[in-house]
């Protein structure tokens, strides 16, 4: 071997463990900054347990992920670096570990998305009710007719949907209904809560009936759809006197053990799926939703209704494909006017049990119609429950329909609805088995 050759395999020894120690000098600021984002982020939380006020739990979890990021820093510098050169390490390993990945956390979290431009609806006006107003549309029966008019109680929570629903129903006017749709407190038009633990189903049910009071409906017919339906039902139990009749399309689960209504991305595709993560797991809106699972005001100042809404209308935009059959010709429309705390307070954890209406419905003996489609993502047994706990209730079942059954103007969803209403033979029989039909596609 030559002595080039021999000086090129010395320097190259030499050369592997600093390079080995390199990657060990990386791997630990890479861990530190880990530990010091999960100690930042732990300060965040607690602070945001006791204030709402988002300058200071931000500011408790930047304190504590810097001083743990230094003290991580100094630590690895001192014990893997000569202490002539540790004073200028500790700066860039601290710059690199947390100053950057602190600045590129703060502009992410800090940085407001803008508010969805709002749009008025013809014919729309505020109903004071229960110290909140509420929009409200009414539809006007063409012709006199003396039948019960007809309210109608969208889903979500927090989707109000008045432009389809107005769309869907109509058609009742022409059978002498007056139809009344309104948007539910902290959607569309409606009042914006300052705290999100307004959002109840028992706030729900009193605003409907003071809604009922004051536009002097002495008896009304309910169509409730999804969450709208489990409303409708909640408030039969509480005022049975004042219902006429009850619709139920894909209602929504009365059992509070019933999770189905969690697994509405499960229909989506994977490229759509992975759009809707993405934009779920966005750092600021991630940390509003993480905030209102510890303390429901500190997530509304930090996250406001407007720029929490309009977030809001882009992820359901996202999951609209799932509210119908698989391959079903879908013309996606605009979401605008959803309500981000209506929606995801009675589902956090900070939200109360709810309580339990079925001892109040069982027996009732009110004319009930439930309508289930064949692609509806929530459980079987969520409709079943109505039909058993209700005796004057028929529950039919239709194939191709996804859990918005009768949107696109399904003309046998609305053919049911028509004939429940005017006491005319329904298109499609009594489902009456306890097991789901073959080919439904959501769980027992």
């Known amino acids: 071997m030559t002595h080039e050759a021999m000086q090129n395999a010395e320097a190259g020894q ?33 602070a945001a347990a006791v204030t709402a006020v988002p300058m200071l739990f931000m500011t408790a979890g930047m304190v504590v992920f810097f001083a743990v990021g230094y003290a991580g820093a100094a630590l690895i510098t001192a014990r893997r670096v000569p202490p002539e050169r540790r004073r200028t390490a500790r700066r860039v390993a601290f710059a690199a570990g947390s100053l950057v990945p602190g600045a590129v956390f703060a502009w ?20 004071q009710v229960t110290a909140s107003r509420l929009t409200v549309i009414k539809l006007p029966a063409r012709g006199t007719t003396s039948r019960p008019p007809i309210i109608v109680v969208h889903g979500g929570p927090g989707v109000p949907e008045l432009q389809d629903n107005a769309e869907a129903f109509a058609s009742l006017t022409g059978q002498g209904f007056d139809v009344y749709l309104y948007a539910q407190l902290g959607t569309d038009g409606s009042t914006r809560l300052d705290d999100p633990r307004g959002y109840t189903r028992e706030r729900a049910v009193e605003n409907l009936e003071s809604l009922r009071s004051r536009l002097g409906l002495p008896k009304v017919i309910l169509i409730g759809h999804s969450y709208g339906g489990e409303i409708a039902a909640r408030y ?5 006197d004042r219902v006429a009749g009850l619709v139920l399309t894909s209602p929504g689960a009365l059992d509070p053990a019933d ?36 303390n429901p005001p500190a997530a509304h100042a930090f996250l406001p209704d407007a720029e929490a809404d309009a ?21 996606e429309r605009p979401v605008r006017g959803t309500g981000f705390y209506a929606m995801q307070y009675p589902q956090s954890a900070t939200a109360p049990r709810p309580s339990d209406p079925r001892p109040a419905l069982a027996g009732l003996p009110t004319p009930t119609l439930i309508i289930k489609g064949s692609c509806d993502y929530l459980s079987w047994r969520s409709a079943t429950t109505y039909r058993d706990l209700l005796p004057n209730s028929r529950l039919i079942y239709v194939n191709g329909a996804g859990h918005n059954v009768y949107h696109g103007a399904n003309k046998m969803v609305l053919a049911a609805i028509t004939a429940f209403l005017t006491r ?20 027992p």
């Open 14 to 46: 030499r050369s592997t463990p600093r390079r080995r120690s390199r990657l060990v000098t990386c791997l630990a600021v890479a861990a530190v900054t880990a530990g010091a984002g999960v100690c930042g982020l732990a300060a965040l939380f607690a």
């Open 108 to 127: 992410a979290t800090l940085a407001p998305a803008p508010p969805s431009p709002a749009t008025a609806l013809p014919g729309a006006t505020a109903v």
């Open 236 to 240: 039969l139990a509480t005022h049975p």
């Open 259 to 294: 999770t189905s209504g969690d697994l509405v991305s499960g229909r989506l595709d994977p490229a759509r799926k992975a759009q809707l993560y993405g934009t779920l797991l966005q750092p600021r809106p991630l940390l509003g939703y993480l905030l209102l699972q510890v």
């Open 311 to 331: 977030r809001n209308d882009r992820v359901l935009k996202l999951t609209q494909p799932a509210l119908y059959c698989r391959g079903a010709t879908l013309t």
């Open 424 to 443: 005319q033979p329904l298109p499609l029989p009594s489902y009456t088995a306890a097991a789901p039909p073959v080919g439904y596609e959501g769980p």
